[in-house]
């Protein structure tokens, strides 16, 4: 397996511009998330890597080697699409085999990395069975087994599990990251849903219109969102936003918000304009005592959880509070938020203020 490095990547079709000077490193074995809403520049920053599409400008190094010129053929990298792309006329034995037949690799060779591959994937049982009468998830392991027995450098996977329903692909997803920790391969996974992303990635660059606007692991993804597109795109629900108009001091740990005091993490920085008080569902408790306030408009059960929606008169708030705390609509109610997973944003900018949560963050990008 390998490392890869991606230096000022740049993808520019007529006068669009697809990707935007994007830079990270993939480390070897890492199962790397690459994750953003459609359009956004995460499939052909794939494609560049595989050597599907050449950049316009920057460099590509896998194993140490620059490839961005070169052609997918050369790269030694396997590809999973998320149609599958099988040869419908052939059996499971010879589309996995396709890729090493085609190679020139005798008989005897073949049938024995078929055969290991097929015990890895636990698929020994269909070898002989016509692609066209398998489920979906039997064509995706057929596909994958394409992948696995070449031994490539890495492997390229474009939303492989976008075909599935909504049940099987989390289990899938579940077998793809056993798969991955059994081999130790280098993956480089394109998704536009974040729970997959959290539950597999190692690490995570978040793209939204060809930039790249965080590149961490998944708790860092998450707890310290690096500008405020991550913030809402990340979490279900989305972070809630307070817009306000205020002064932050370097060293402070609180701000005036709608004319109450709500703590946050200890600023690096003072900072004076428009601002964005972000706090997360889970980090909102509801209590009789609160300051700031809200009316509830609605809950939704969750099972162990509900969601709670409130009216605070700047804009509405959701709350993931116990399923057995008592709420009922119309309801005033105080709010009280846990002021160290607070992040602070530049309105204007939508970057987050650095501070104790973020430190060390925002260098990523």
Do not use: W
Request: glycine share 10%.
């Amino acid at each position: 397996m390998a490392e890869i490095v991606i230096r000022n990547l740049r993808k520019e079709f007529g006068d669009f511009t697809a990707v935007q000077s994007s830079s990270f490193k993939i480390e070897d074995g890492e199962f790397f998330m690459l994750l953003g809403p459609s359009g956004c520049g995460k499939t052909t920053t794939l494609r560049m890597i595989a050597g599907l599409e050449l950049p316009t400008s920057g460099e590509i190094y896998i194993d140490g080697e620059e490839v961005g010129q070169r052609p997918a053929r050369k790269r030694d990298i396997a590809f999973v699409f998320q149609m599958f792309a099988l040869y419908p006329h052939m059996n499971v034995r010879r589309n996995i085999s396709y890729p090493l037949v085609s190679q020139g690799m005798p008989k005897q060779q073949v049938a024995e990395k078929v055969d290991e591959v097929s015990r890895i994937l636990g698929i020994g049982d269909i070898l002989d069975r016509p692609v066209s009468g398998l489920s979906g998830g039997d064509r995706q392991r057929v596909a994958l087994g394409r992948a696995i027995v070449r031994d490539p450098k890495a492997f390229m996977m474009d939303e492989p599990l976008g075909a599935l329903d909504a049940e099987f692909r989390e289990h899938m997803a579940e077998e793809l990251r056993a798969l991955h920790d059994r081999m130790n391969a280098t993956t480089v996974y394109v998704t536009h849903d974040q729970l997959e992303a959290m539950q597999m990635g190692d690490k995570i660059v978040v793209m939204n219109h060809g930039v790249i606007e965080q590149f961490g692991t998944p708790r860092d993804i998450y707890d310290k969102p690096a500008t405020m597109f991550v913030a809402d795109f990340i979490g279900s629900p989305s972070m809630n936003f307070l817009r306000f108009h205020g002064q932050v001091h370097a060293g402070s740990n609180t701000v005036v918000v709608h004319h109450e005091e709500l703590e946050v993490p200890r600023l690096q920085e003072p900072f004076e304009g428009d601002l964005v008080y972000g706090i997360r569902p889970e980090h909102i408790s509801l209590s009789d005592g609160g300051t700031y306030r809200g009316e509830v408009i609605a809950s939704e059960y969750l099972g162990t959880t509900q969601i709670v929606t409130l009216n605070t008169g700047n804009g509405e708030l959701k709350a993931r509070i116990p399923s057995d705390q008592p709420v009922r609509a119309g309801e005033n109610v105080g709010l009280e938020f846990h002021g160290a997973a607070v992040t602070l944003f530049d309105n204007q900018t939508g970057r987050a203020l650095r501070s104790e949560l973020n430190e060390g963050v925002l260098s990523h990008v």
